[in-house]
């Protein structure tokens, strides 16, 4: 049962257009919700998180969209750069962080210069 | 700040055999954790450990343990190692204070033959 889910595995943006990176979830519990970026050869680098209580959170080029009605979250990147091509990690977790992350099977980016 | 760092980078072992993995948190990070992640499948969350003490335990088989010493290092072991252990297994550590974000290290990339 795979209780966070994206949908697509692969995205192809061109360079300084948008990349919008969906996630869905179905436990009603998680409230709490991170994105990490994924190099080859490297541990997941923590991108930015949203609480259930807010529906947007931005941090420069970076912004994450939570739809708790619909179960969905979304990473726009904008402007993208050749340098954000890298596996996206969606996760959530119940009880604001303190217990373990739930992550997706991931999103592998590729900006096209 | 030195990062989370794991030790070896790369492993290979035969089927039958036992491993053990070792991670050093970030300074200060009194909770460590441990992920699995195999091709396709995204990261699983095999055990959290807080104080030496096993907070969480994911779905794996008990051929999977760890430990965590005072200084806040751990360890994982793998016994009777089996082809479908091979994996890249990821260290995390956190401040365990609501949301503080999960940061992982490198991983060990761990192949049986």
């Known amino acids: 049962d795979q209780q966070v889910k994206q949908n697509s595995p692969s995205l192809s943006v061109q360079e300084g257009r948008i990349s919008i990176l969906n996630c869905d979830y179905t436990?009603?519990?998680?409230?709490?919700f991170l994105w990490y970026k994924k190099y080859p050869a490297e541990g997941p680098t923590f991108l930015i998180s949203?609480?259930?209580?807010?529906d947007k959170n931005e941090d420069g080029r970076f912004t994450v969209f939570l739809n708790k009605s619909a179960k969905h979250l979304s990473l726009h990147i904008v402007p993208s750069q050749p340098g954000d091509s890298a596996v996206y990690f969606c996760?959530?977790?119940?009880?604001?962080?303190?217990?373990?992350?739930?992550f997706g099977k991931g999103t592998r980016l590729s900006v096209i210069a | 700040k030195a990062g989370v760092t794991q030790t070896p980078r790369y492993l290979i072992k035969t089927r039958g055999q036992q491993v053990t993995l070792s991670c050093s948190p970030i300074?200060?990070?009194?909770?460590v954790s441990w992920y699995q992640q195999t091709p396709g499948q995204g990261l699983q969350f095999l055990f959290e450990?807080?104080?030496?003490?096993?907070?969480n335990k994911g779905n794996f088989p008990g051929r999977f343990s760890g430990r965590q010493f005072s200084n806040s290092r751990s360890e994982m072991n793998v016994s009777t190692l089996e082809l479908g252990d091979s994996a890249l297994y990821l260290c995390?550590?956190?401040?365990?204070?609501?949301?503080?974000?999960?940061?992982f290290g490198n991983g060990t990339r761990l192949t049986v033959t």
């Open positions: 436990n009603s519990m998680f409230d709490y």
């Open positions: 949203i609480s259930s209580i807010k």
């Open positions: 300074s200060g990070h009194r909770s």
């Open positions: 996760a959530a977790t119940p009880n604001s962080g303190n217990t373990p992350l739930v």
């Open positions: 995390a550590s956190s401040l365990m204070n609501g949301d503080s974000p999960l940061h």
């Open positions: 450990y807080f104080s030496e003490t096993q907070r």
